[in-house]
């Protein structure tokens, strides 16, 4: 199983970045899905998660109310709206898939990793 993350890219500050992560079937319609960061020199960070249904949703505090989580189980793919772009929000961008319906921001608690798409945000 594979995760495809897309959407990343250079932008300055201020601007807005869609990111979609994509399955390779439809295997995690059951699972919770998360959005993790890596930004360089530093360790990988949680930044979103969204529970199999959508009915749960946590953000890091550093990305609330920037940052939306969202999920099409019909496409087999979650997605990072990402608005208000801050340059400390440069990193590459991960999704998972959690190992059970509910997640959260362990990420402990996620098998399948994407391999990342790279977000940098200029000043």
């Known amino acids: 199983v594979q995760l495809q993350a897309s959407g990343g890219g250079f932008v300055q500050a201020g601007a807005s970045l869609r990111l979609s992560c994509v399955a390779s079937?439809?295997?995690?319609?059951?699972?919770?899905m998360g959005w993790f960061r890596q930004a360089p020199g530093k360790e990988r960070e949680f930044v979103a998660s969204?529970?199999?249904?959508?009915?749960?949703?946590a953000y890091a505090d550093v990305v609330k109310g920037r940052f939306v989580i969202s999920r099409d189980n019909a496409k087999n793919a979650v997605y990072l709206q990402m608005n208000d772009l801050k340059p400390e929000d440069t990193a590459v961008y991960y999704c998972?898939?959690?190992?059970?319906?509910?997640?959260?921001?362990?990420?402990?608690?996620?098998?399948?990793w994407g391999q990342g798409t790279l977000v940098t945000v200029s000043s």
């Open positions: 998972a898939a959690g190992l059970s319906a509910y997640s959260g921001s362990d990420s402990g608690r996620y098998r399948y």
């Open positions: 079937r439809r295997a995690f319609s059951n699972n919770a």
């Open positions: 969204i529970s199999w249904n959508s009915g749960s949703l």
